[in-house]
């Protein structure tokens, strides 16, 4: 996605991932326009620093920042923004099919499964949740990246959003163990494009538990553990003469410079700094070994 300009120019961009199906996304910044939409989806607007009037359903709404705008299928929703303001928000929209999915997965127990439509506050928990969402959605990620993500949405969303009681259960004790460390085997061999789909059904819980057990018994997300395992088999590459781009490509980076951001945050040196210091004194900044025995 191409990044606002400074000259404040608006900036209209879709989004969606084919690892994500039934999610779109719609990215807007600095728009002085009206909005006329009408969506074949669930629509959930994220209002960033827009602020104005919106008529929908025969309602008038004044709506702005930390505010949330639901639409139903084919509702039509009109927004004007205040007089000389141009604002920012994100539209989320979501298959009828995928929401189902969230409420069976959570056990929701209600007569519909819809979401509230209309303006909202928005809690500090969905609001991150869904930023967290939107942060997934690059060409780069990996599969499991938004994945998790919208995982982890789903059970804030159905319990804020959808009426109803939650009775959602998971696996305790050594069922769940057994179950997380099936999932950390296939992260280790099944490649770096392995998706969530795979690792629950090698876990065999459903997606959301499956990310509760792995979280409990390694303290990370799969995606967290494997950008680890990533940056590990990296580590180990470059110590063995790879040149970094060949070691970036063999790891699933998109390129030299994704690996190096990523590297860094999480070894704390860049590429560079450990061939260096390996060349200087014969050892690593850290230990990459040690590092591995502790993620198992």
């Known amino acids: 996605m191409v990044a606002p300009s400074e000259a404040a120019q608006e900036f209209v961009g879709y989004r969606r991932v084919a690892a994500l199906p039934g999610i779109e996304v719609l990215d807007v910044y600095d728009s002085p326009r009206e909005w006329r939409c009408v969506s074949e989806t669930f629509a959930l607007g994220l209002l960033n620093t827009w602020r104005g009037g919106a008529i929908y359903r025969g309602t008038t709404l004044d709506v702005g920042p930390e505010q949330m705008i639901c639409t139903r299928p084919g509702e039509a929703l009109l927004a004007t923004p205040h007089r000389g303001h141009a604002g920012s928000f994100h539209v989320i929209e979501l298959t009828c099919s995928l929401l189902e999915e969230y409420a069976m997965t959570h056990q929701l127990r209600s007569a519909r499964t819809e979401l509230r439509d209309g303006a909202h506050s928005i809690s500090k928990s969905l609001a991150s949740k869904l930023r967290g969402l939107l942060t997934t959605l690059t060409p780069h990620a990996s599969a499991l990246a938004p994945q998790s993500a919208a995982v982890e949405l789903s059970r804030t969303l159905v319990s804020e959003m959808m009426g109803g009681t939650l009775t959602s259960s998971t696996a305790h004790g050594a069922g769940a163990s057994r179950a997380a460390a099936r999932m950390r085997e296939c992260l280790e061999h099944e490649g770096f494009q392995v998706d969530l789909d795979t690792l629950a059904a090698a876990a065999g819980l459903s997606k959301f538990h499956a990310l509760r057990a792995f979280k409990r018994r390694y303290g990370l997300t799969p995606h967290a553990y494997q950008m680890c395992v990533r940056v590990r088999r990296v580590a180990h590459l470059l110590l ?56 198992h």
């Open 240 to 295: 063995a003469g790879t040149a970094p781009a060949e070691a970036a490509a063999a790891c699933g980076f998109a390129d030299q410079s994704h690996m190096n951001r990523h590297f860094k945050r999480i070894l704390g040196v860049t590429p560079k700094q450990c061939l260096q210091a390996h060349g200087k004194v014969g050892e690593l900044p850290f230990d990459v070994d040690r590092a591995d025995s502790e993620l």
